[in-house]
C-alpha cells in the first residue's frame, strides 16, 4: 500500500485527540489526503460499539422477556477483547485499507496497542492471545508509526476532571487498572522502538506537535 497510516497511543488524558487534529491539519496543508479517524467508533458499527464499550451495557437498558426493562450484566474481559476486535475488523476493511490504498494518509486515534495495553496488561488476558486476535482481525495491518503520548495516571485523572466530561467506563476504573495500562504502552514501545515515538505528555502541545511533526517529515522523506 502507498499511504502512510499514523497511529496516537495513550492513557486516557494524555492529548491524543489534541495532537491528532494538529497532524491531520499540517498533513492537509501539504496536499495530502487525509483520513483521520479513531477506535472504537470510525464506523456505522463502530459508534454502536463504542457506546456499548465506553458506557457499558448497564447504560442501556433492554425490554426483558416479560416485557419489562432489564439491564444487561458487565462486560467480561473476554467478550470485552473480542467486541474491540470486531470494531477494528469494520473499521480495517471499511476506512484504513481503502484510504491506504488511494495514497492517503490515515491518522488514527487509538489502534491494535491499545487492545494489547488495556486487554493484555489491564485486565487478565494473555496478551499473546489478544496480539493474535488483533493480528486475525486486521489481517496483520500494522501502522508505519504509532506515537505513544505517555502520561501519568495522576496527570490524566487530574486532566479529566478540569474538562468537565462524565468519565467513561475504563476511565473509572481503579487507579492500578491505569498504572498497568500505562506499563503495557512503556513495554510495547521498548519492544519496537523503531516503529515508536514516545513522549512525555506534561509537555505543551506545541513541543510535543513539534516532535510529532519531525518525525513524520522524516517519514515523507523517504
Known amino acids: 500500500m502507498s499511504g502512510l497510516f499514523i497511529t496516537f497511543e495513550g492513557g486516557d488524558g494524555a492529548g491524543k485527540t489534541t495532537q ?17 479517524t479513531r ?6 458499527l463502530g ?29 467480561d474481559a473476554r467478550a470485552e477483547a473480542l467486541l474491540y476486535a470486531a470494531d477494528r475488523a469494520q473499521h480495517v476493511a ?9 495514497g492517503a494518509a490515515v491518522v488514527q486515534d487509538r489502534y491494535i496497542d491499545s487492545s494489547l495495553a488495556y486487554q493484555g496488561a489491564g485486565r487478565p488476558l494473555d496478551p499473546a492471545e489478544i496480539r493474535r486476535l488483533s493480528e486475525w482481525a486486521t489481517d496483520g495491518l500494522w501502522p508505519r508509526l504509532t506515537v505513544l503520548l505517555d502520561v501519568s495516571p495522576e496527570l490524566a485523572a487530574e486532566r479529566r476532571a478540569r474538562s468537565g466530561q462524565r468519565a467513561d467506563r475504563l476511565e473509572r ?4 487498572f491505569h498504572r498497568r495500562v500505562r506499563s503495557g504502552f512503556l513495554e510495547l514501545a521498548a519492544a519496537e522502538p523503531e516503529r515508536f515515538l514516545v513522549l512525555d505528555a506534561a509537555r ?8 510529532i511533526l519531525a518525525r513524520v517529515e522524516s517519514l515523507l522523506a523517504v
Do not use: M, W
Not at 54 to 75: K, Q, T, V
Not at 94 to 102: C, I, K, N, Q, T
Not at 173 to 176: D, F, K, N, R
Open 47 to 75: 459508534a454502536a460499539l463504542r457506546d456499548l464499550l465506553l458506557h457499558g451495557p448497564d447504560a442501556s437498558p433492554r425490554a426483558g422477556i416479560d416485557g419489562e426493562d432489564a439491564a444487561l450484566p458487565g462486560i
Open 204 to 211: 505543551s502541545a506545541d513541543e510535543l506537535h513539534a516532535a
Open 39 to 44: 477506535e472504537p467508533g470510525g464506523t456505522a
Open 173 to 176: 476504573e481503579a487507579e492500578e
Open 20 to 36: 491528532v487534529e494538529l497532524l491531520a491539519e499540517r498533513l492537509a496543508e501539504r496536499g495530502l489526503e487525509v483520513v483521520r
Open 94 to 102: 471499511e476506512v484504513v485499507r481503502p484510504a491506504l490504498a488511494r
